[in-house]
């Protein structure tokens, strides 16, 4: 597609329910990142995928975190048994081989725990 | 690890004042060097970019330079617009982007 599309834009869930964020990277990017956007925390690297593997997932804060990315293309990030403090905007980026220097940012999902 | 300080915001300007938003970096290697920004309601963008030391990065009037002495990456434009108004992220990557905390720039006309 023209760019990174992320799905849903908003959701709101219960404590303890789980979720599923997606997010579809830029055709042929086969680098792919998520974020995680808090209020006073700034932008927090997750989870990084080459391909279908993550060789780099040390950002993901809880085994309640988890993600995975078929064909190469979408990814999803799962988040089970949700907190409050889960509520954030979560980023997905992509990227070329060739331009690994810089990343195509989705418009994220603001997530909200109530 | 590597990390990222920004000046704390909000930086409030008046419309044609010069713009600096101070960034400094910690690194092992010799990363790229990045400025995105975040206009209300918006997703982040890349803003201008550096790649080795003396690099300047440039874009829409904004610039800032890869000084490896200093370890900084400052941003500047001569003269904001209240468009510019937006929240702007300093990054480096060292085999992925670490931001540093944002800085929000309000632009009063």
């Known amino acids: 597609g023209a760019g990174v599309s992320q799905s849903p834009s908003n959701k709101v869930t219960e404590k303890g329910k789980d979720v599923e964020l997606r997010c579809d990277p830029i055709s042929g990017h086969t680098a792919l990142y998520w974020y995680r956007q808090s209020l006073g925390q700034g932008l927090e690297f997750l989870i990084y995928?080459?391909?279908?593997?993550?060789?780099?997932k040390s950002g993901l804060p809880s085994d309640r975190f988890s993600a995975e990315r078929t064909g190469g293309s979408v990814s999803t990030l799962t988040i089970q048994r949700t907190q409050q403090e889960d509520s954030a905007v979560y980023l997905c980026?992509?990227?070329?081989?060739?331009?690994?220097?810089?990343?195509?940012f989705g418009s994220g999902t603001r997530l909200t725990v109530v | 690890g590597d990390s990222v300080t920004q000046m704390e915001g909000p930086v409030t300007l008046s419309e044609e004042a010069f713009l600096t938003i101070n960034c400094t970096y910690t690194a092992t290697g010799y990363p790229s060097l990045f400025w995105y920004v975040q206009y209300p309601g918006e997703g982040l963008q890349l803003l201008l970019k550096a790649t080795k030391a003396d690099d300047k990065g440039s874009n829409k009037g904004f610039e800032a330079t890869y000084r490896k002495e200093t370890t900084s990456f400052h941003l500047e434009k001569g003269s904001v617009q209240v468009s510019d108004s937006a929240v702007y992220f300093c990054a480096l990557n060292e085999g992925k982007l670490i931001f540093g905390q944002g800085t929000t720039l309000q632009v009063k006309p």
């Open positions: 995928f080459q391909g279908n593997s993550a060789p780099d």
């Open positions: 980026a992509s990227s070329s081989r060739t331009d690994s220097y810089g990343y195509t």
